[in-house]
């Protein structure tokens, strides 16, 4: 179960970064939606996954409630789902 939340917070942070720095300023500066839409749907289904499975793999890896908090909250910052993976999911 690691290994997929590793793999989903790998892509979910990917997902967001592309989504934040490519597909946003080229819907502002062209107007065009399309890769918000493209990217949009998957980062969301990618977040979805990223938190029911840190809530899963809690007891597993033995977090504090804390912990879990900070992991969570990661997922809202670019960037941070790479900082979580070097952090906290080290195999």
């Excluded at 500066?29 to 289904?45: D, E, F, S």
């Excluded at 938190?51 to 804390?66: D, S």
Aim: charged residues 15%; aromatic residues 14%.
């Amino acid at each position: 179960m690691l290994n997929i939340f590793r793999l989903v917070a790998l892509l979910e942070g990917l997902s967001y970064i592309l989504l934040l720095f490519i597909a946003s300023p080229i819907r502002y500066l062209t107007g065009n939606a399309t890769y918000v839409k493209l990217l949009g749907m998957p980062h969301g289904i990618l977040f979805i996954l990223y938190v029911v499975l840190a809530i899963v793999i809690k007891k597993q890896m033995k977090w504090r409630l804390k912990t879990l908090a900070i992991v969570l909250l990661a997922s809202l910052v670019p960037f941070g789902t790479f900082y979580i993976e070097r952090k906290y999911l080290k195999p």
